[in-house]
């Protein structure tokens, strides 16, 4: 299995996991070193078809032999990573955290982390530095193509010819590439995720060891090779998080890896090979596999152990640890085990050794459910900030919050399935509330209140999506047209439909104060209605409400305009458990000064306030009334948490905000004492 050993390649591994550990740890500069993954899938994808086009036209291509390979390759670092963050983690996390840390631990050892954590990571699951074993996506992409690659490239090269292979190969990568651009704006989780949107990364690897590309210059290969370098480094510093990504956005690190690669072998003296095949480039680059395995998952739990971000020093501190135990591991560990020496003869031995790594991450995660979670003991009051966050996490998680990973026009969810009162099962109701994440937080209060007047409330949520009409969301994880064909689908129903009482309810500082990098409200009805700016997004949300106010009033359907909860600087509810387990004072966790908190929904409340005296037929109730005296604004009650982070409210809050006397008249007025008989769609 071996090949010609390249201290050339070593060295791009080396730039390729220092721009992922430092953009990891949050280095300043580094903010486009996620491509790094980019550069070692090309890599991964260069070495196994060179070894398999080597053994397959040698006669000599044994999938146990290429399998028991990836054994000794993969398996030894990453089950010895696995079994030390196991320990740390249950010594770190809260018992809800290790919980779901366990059911990390099965993929991640399965190599299907990739499709686990798509699943997971959604708007309402954890944030992507709560999870230890998140980088594991990236290795679960490549096992997943090592599984399919090699059969595939064997029945190419033995039924057709190397020609053939290569053409199939090259429209497979045209293929890919074309879905990961597409994806990256229908689904832009999947596509960063995905082996089919990645596939296309290695298959270029796979390209340049196949193809046999014309001989150049050590001149022109050293051109080539500088050019590579710049395509490789200028993402790392010019990309962000807000980069649409892989796609097209993928090219120049995947081009520039490939071109690095070529060049190294038509120019093994030129400038840039000489320098990525300097010792301590070459080093980085052999412990490159372990320190992307213990890198990650030391920097989430050493943010989580302290209770905040790591500075830079701290950050740093914790990747040159990394950089110590992957010394180590690669020399009491990885090289030992990768020798062929080691149980020659028995490679069935070694492939068995590997089930039984996988087999005692099964009991692993038995033994942490049977414990409860790991070995922490928190406060009552702490374990009640994290229930909140478990039960509105899981609660966020049904049918009725349109996902914006894979909703369509055509799968608006059933009426029956996301309503609640006496109408529901017949698919009709009175109130329709509609909105964001903030509407599907609201709607466990409001929809409990109104069927217990006697009527029935429905849910329309897209996460991220304000309910407004002519107004189009610009931001990273949503495509540009999910939020318009959203609320153009709402509004189609509600025509048809025609409830008493339309409620809006949204995350309004979003494009109003906090608009900025990553969120701006743009129209198309205005005249220089395009401009990204936070001066353009309020004009935009002004105008939007206002309109969206008027064609439902118009239709003679009551509108009720709900304002924003006051927003926190961070969740209370990780405050006081990180306070509480350190034996701190948590009760200022829960409190926020009133002007302070009114910066962010003032401006939000003047406009629906304005919006509301405009329009005949119009009401606001602002949150802001209810968990806000006229000194200080307040998320939870003793240990009645009402909020889940820094902006949602809990199920307890929801319920807390409709019993108030003033929202319990408002609904009254609005749904008023006569007639119940509900509205249908036919």
């Not at 099964?362 to 039960?391: M, N, W």
């Amino acid at each position: 299995m071996s090949l010609a050993y390249r201290a050339d390649i070593d060295g791009l591994r080396a730039i390729a996991v220092g721009s992922v550990v430092l953009f990891h740890g949050h280095i300043p500069g580094f903010t486009g070193g996620f491509v790094g993954v980019d550069v070692f899938f090309v890599i991964s994808g260069f070495l196994i078809t060179s070894i398999l086009y080597r053994d397959v036209s040698a006669h000599r291509f044994s999938l146990v032999d290429f399998y028991d390979h990836r054994v000794r390759r993969i398996f030894p670092a990453l089950f010895t990573m696995l079994a030390v963050v196991t320990l740390l983690a249950a010594v770190v996390l809260t018992p809800r955290q290790m919980l779901a840390y366990a059911q990390s631990l099965v993929p991640s050892a399965l190599f299907f982390a990739n499709i686990h954590f798509e699943s997971v990571l959604d708007y309402f699951g954890p944030r992507a530095d709560e999870v230890p074993l998140l980088h594991l996506w990236s290795l679960a992409v490549e096992e997943q193509y090592y599984i399919l690659f090699p059969v595939t490239l064997f029945v190419l090269l033995r039924y057709g010819k190397r020609t053939v292979a290569a053409g199939v190969i090259a429209a497979l990568t045209i293929a890919s590439l074309v879905y990961a651009q597409w994806a990256v704006r229908e689904a832009p989780s999947e596509a960063f995720f995905f082996l089919t949107s990645r596939a296309w990364e290695l298959f270029v690897g796979s390209l340049l060891a196949l193809v046999a590309w014309p001989r150049v210059s050590a001149r022109v290969a050293g051109w080539i090779g500088l050019a590579g370098v710049v395509a490789i480094m200028a993402p790392v510093f010019l990309y962000s998080r807000d980069t649409a990504f892989p796609g097209l956005a993928a090219l120049p690190p995947v081009l520039g890896a490939a071109a690095l690669i070529y060049a190294g072998k038509q120019a093994p003296e030129g400038a840039v090979t000489r320098v990525l095949s300097h010792p301590w480039f070459v080093y980085v680059g052999r412990i490159s596999y372990s320190l992307y395995l213990w890198h990650w998952p030391l920097l989430v739990l050493g943010a989580d152990f302290k209770g905040s971000h790591l500075t830079y020093w701290q950050a740093g501190g914790v990747i040159l640890l990394s950089g110590v135990i992957s010394g180590l591991s690669l020399k009491y560990i990885e090289t030992p085990l990768r020798r062929a020496t080691i149980l020659r003869g028995v490679r069935w031995a070694r492939i068995g050794a590997g089930a039984l790594a996988i087999l005692a991450t099964f009991g692993a995660v038995k033994v942490i459910d049977y414990v409860g979670g790991g070995l922490r003991a928190i406060s009552p009051r702490a374990a009640a900030a994290e229930e909140a966050i478990a039960t509105a996490r899981a609660n966020g998680r049904n049918l009725c919050n349109a996902s914006p990973k894979s909703w369509s026009p055509d799968k608006m969810s059933r009426i029956s399935d996301c309503a609640i009162g006496p109408d529901a099962a017949k698919g009709r109701y009175d109130v329709v509330v509609w909105g964001d994440s903030h509407a599907g937080a609201a709607f466990r209060g409001l929809g409990q209140a109104i069927s217990e007047m006697g009527y029935t409330a429905r849910l329309q949520t897209m996460p991220g999506c304000p309910p407004l009409i002519g107004g189009r969301p610009l931001r990273k994880l949503h495509p540009g047209h999910l939020c318009t064909d959203f609320n153009n689908a709402v509004m189609d129903e509600i025509r048809k439909i025609h409830p008493k009482v339309v409620v809006l309810v949204g995350r309004w500082s979003l494009w109003t104060v906090n608009s900025g990098e990553s969120f701006w409200l743009v129209s198309d009805d205005l005249p220089d209605g395009e401009v990204r700016s936070r001066q353009n997004s309020t004009r935009v949300f002004n105008h939007t409400v206002d309109r969206t106010v008027e064609e439902l009033t118009k239709m003679g359907i009551k509108v009720l305009l709900v304002g924003q909860t006051p927003e926190f600087a961070q969740s209370p509810n990780q405050c006081v458990i990180k306070r509480e387990e350190k034996g701190e004072e948590s009760q200022s966790c829960t409190v926020v000064g009133r002007a302070r908190a009114m910066l962010s929904v003032g401006p939000a409340n003047a406009t629906l306030t304005q919006a509301a005296a405009n329009h005949p037929g119009a009401s606001v109730f602002l949150l802001s009334d209810v968990f806000c005296n006229d000194e200080k604004c307040i998320a939870a009650d003793g240990d009645d948490f009402y909020y889940v982070d820094d902006n949602h409210l809990s199920p307890l809050g929801a319920r807390h905000a409709v019993k108030s006397e003033a929202m319990q008249k408002l609904l009254r007025q609005l749904l008023g004492t006569g007639d119940k008989a509900s509205a249908s769609l036919h």
